[in-house]
């Protein structure tokens, strides 16, 4: 092979690879909408903090959360105390936060 095969080769990699990354970050996204959905809604959450994995969120109304949905996009854990839930998430904790933030703070 000469090298011009190499470099198409190489062309069509990066290809895949950037519309492989471009679609992760889309359902991500919808994920991270899914979950606000499932936490009642942006207008429902009325603080978030994050700890290493743990995800820590303060509520209006913790009755009207979709705690299976919630576990069924990846928590690995859900505790209630009162009007807050800590979500063990992973690494997406962080990520969820500063969404949850940025949507807030457009209103």
């Given at each position: 092979?000469?090298w011009?095969?190499y470099?198409?080769?190489?062309?069509?990699?990066?290809?895949?690879?950037?519309a492989?990354?471009?679609?992760?970050?889309?359902?991500?996204?919808?994920?991270m909408?899914?979950?606000?959905e499932?936490?009642?809604?942006?207008?429902?959450?009325?603080?978030?903090?994050?700890?290493?994995s743990?995800?820590k969120?303060?509520?209006?109304d913790?009755?009207?959360?979709n705690?299976?949905?919630?576990q069924?996009?990846?928590?690995?854990g859900?505790v209630?105390?009162?009007?807050?839930?800590?979500?063990?998430?992973?690494?997406?904790?962080?990520?969820?936060?500063?969404y949850?933030?940025?949507?807030?703070?457009?209103?």
């Amino acid at each position: 092979m000469g090298w011009m095969e190499y470099f198409i080769i190489v062309v069509v990699l990066i290809i895949i690879l950037l519309a492989i990354l471009k679609a992760g970050k889309k359902d991500v996204h919808l994920e991270m909408n899914k979950l606000v959905e499932y936490l009642g809604g942006k207008d429902n959450i009325l603080s978030t903090e994050t700890t290493l994995s743990r995800f820590k969120v303060t509520l209006k109304d913790v009755d009207i959360v979709n705690k299976e949905g919630i576990q069924k996009l990846g928590a690995k854990g859900i505790v209630e105390i009162e009007n807050q839930l800590k979500i063990i998430l992973g690494p997406e904790s962080k990520q969820l936060k500063r969404y949850i933030d940025d949507l807030k703070a457009k209103d």
